[in-house]
Antibody
Framework: EEQLVESGGDLVQPGGSLRLSCAAS????????MSWVRQAPGKGLEWVAA????????FYTDSVKGRFTVSRDTSKNTLYLQLNNLKADDTAVYFC????????????WGQGTLLTVSS | DIQMTQSPSSLSASVGDRVTITCRASQSISRYLNWYQQKPGKAPKLLIYAASSLQSGVPTRFSGSGSGTDFTLTVSSLQPEDFATYYCQQSYTTPITFGQGTRLEIK
């Protein structure tokens, strides 16, 4: 069974940094494009970042460019999101999601990890 | 960026009703349109991909249609477990964008 488990969410002060992890099981993470999607409290879904299948390309929504970095460790079958210079607006549940190859839909999601940015 | 607009934003319906949710893209996305269901405190669940393909394990009362800019999600006969929030999403290009969501409530 394919499964994603996020971790690393925490309470962080504005301007701080954090790294989120997404451990995959039941499939090889490096065989798929992967994304991070976030959901602010009571709000809708917002795509944040993606890593290509090859791992050679990363894509970001404008509001996080230069602050967030997506990466992966194939030996650990784990995807990461490094978040720097955090802002209150980054407060959200962060989900990682696996991209289905032909449709680019997200066919497997983790349970999410909560990041709160507050002083 | 491609804007995705869902309507209605909320909907009240009864068990057994047929309901339709509409999603409109600000430019053509071919059939790169996916639908998700989300229940409170849970991750989204893929229902429909590529506009009209039913994800494995999803009940056949869910169906999708459309292409280009206009898409619909239909539930043929609502069941109690279908009351949730539904999102459309375009996977045509980055940035990937979602609709604002449609909250389906029990009447």
């Amino acid at each position: 069974e394919e499964q994603l488990v996020e971790s690393g969410g925490d309470l962080v002060q504005p301007g701080g940094s954090l790294r989120l992890s997404c451990a995959a099981s039941g499939f090889t993470l490096s065989s798929y494009a992967m994304s991070w999607v976030r959901q602010a409290p009571g709000k809708g879904l917002e795509w944040v970042a993606a890593m290509s299948v090859s791992g050679g390309r990363a894509f970001y929504t404008d509001s996080v460019k230069g602050r967030f970095t997506v990466s992966r460790d194939t030996s650990k079958n784990t995807l990461y999101l490094q978040l720097n210079n955090l802002k209150a607006d980054d407060t959200a549940v962060y989900f990682c999601a696996k991209e289905e190859q032909s449709s680019a839909s997200f066919d497997c999601w983790g349970q999410g990890t909560l990041l709160t940015v507050s002083s | 960026d491609i804007q995705m607009t869902q309507s209605p934003s909320s909907l009240s319906a009864s068990v057994g009703d047929r309901v339709t949710i509409t999603c409109r893209a600000s430019q053509s996305i071919s059939r790169y349109l996916n639908w998700y269901q989300q229940k409170p405190g849970k991750a989204p669940k893929l229902l429909i991909y590529a506009a009209s393909s039913l994800q494995s394990g999803v009940p056949t009362r869910f169906s999708g249609s459309g292409s280009g800019t206009d898409f619909t999600l239909t539930v043929s006969s609502l069941q109690p477990e279908d009351f949730a929030t539904y999102y459309c999403q375009q996977s045509y290009t980055t940035p990937i964008t979602f609709g604002q969501g449609t909250r389906l409530e029990i009447k």
